[in-house]
């Protein structure tokens, strides 16, 4: 509880974990100005225009903004102490080192889960109260119906915190971390799409953004990623990226001088 403690006095006491969070609810104003905007678009266009008028769902799409932020969270929570030194001090008072990782894990996983959870519904609520029955009802699904797809939406938001922890314990370093992170979450994906099936599909169906609709069996309207994983499947590659990283930079972590 201790350790705890004092990883959740760090994290709140620097002025960046304010400003993230405030970035990563952004995308809940972001969302209702977007839905606004395509509904007085939608008003205005002719009546045979509407019938073939459609709009993603808001809050899969906008929850790239959290999950970055989240990323970014997880990623000075560990490389901000190689910069000032601090971490010297935590690894003095526990020298077994993995508790260190494990208690910023539960602090920025935490956070994370929650920012994710409070983005996704909130965004999803008002993006659908704005919307209403346009655009072929795409927002009249049941709640009950998306609820799953919500969740584990939110989900990611916690994995990407977890997965900056781990990329930042593994380079100690912020930028190389970022970097590393935007490329595992972005820039492959964009990769991935270019390539022939039956790569495309197989490759595809582990992106992140693939992986909710895959562990709910929602069906995708249209995607550029693979559907190719059971839930089950679906579930252990998202508990692998928040895993895999925290492994290795916790055997990191012990294994090596700060």
Not at 20 to 44: K, Q
Not at 87 to 93: D, N, W, Y
Not at 181 to 205: E, F, H, R, T
């Amino acid at each position: 509880m201790n350790m705890l403690r004092s990883e959740w006095l760090k994290i709140r006491s620097v002025r960046s974990t304010g400003l993230l969070l405030v970035l990563s609810l952004g995308a809940i104003l972001l969302g209702v100005a977007i839905a606004r905007t395509a509904a007085g678009m939608y008003d205005d266009t002719t009546p045979a225009k509407r019938v073939t008028a459609s709009i993603a769902e808001l809050e899969e799409v906008l929850i790239i903004v959290p999950q970055l932020c989240m990323g970014i969270l997880g990623v000075l929570a560990m490389t901000s102490e190689y910069a000032t030194g601090m971490i010297r001090t935590s690894l003095t008072v526990v020298p077994k080192r993995w508790p260190v990782l494990a208690a910023k894990a539960a602090v920025v996983g935490a956070l994370g889960l929650l920012t994710g959870n409070v983005t996704i519904f909130s965004t999803y609520f008002l993006v659908r109260q704005t919307i209403g029955d346009r655009f072929s009802g795409t927002y009249l699904t049941p709640f009950l119906d998306r609820l799953p797809t919500l969740a584990a939406t939110g989900l990611t938001v916690c994995v990407f915190a977890l997965l900056g922890l781990g990329l930042g314990a593994l380079t100690r370093s912020t930028a190389g971390a970022v970097a590393v992170l935007v490329g595992l979450a972005y820039v492959i994906p964009m990769i991935v799409g270019k390539l022939p099936s039956p790569w495309k599909d197989w490759l595809g169906s582990m992106m992140i953004s693939a992986l909710p609709r895959e562990m709910s069996g929602a069906p995708f309207k249209s995607s550029v990623y693979g559907t190719s994983l059971s839930p089950a499947a679906a579930v252990a590659v998202l508990a692998a990226y928040a895993l895999v990283p925290m492994l290795a930079g916790t055997w990191h972590l012990r294994h090596r001088d700060t």
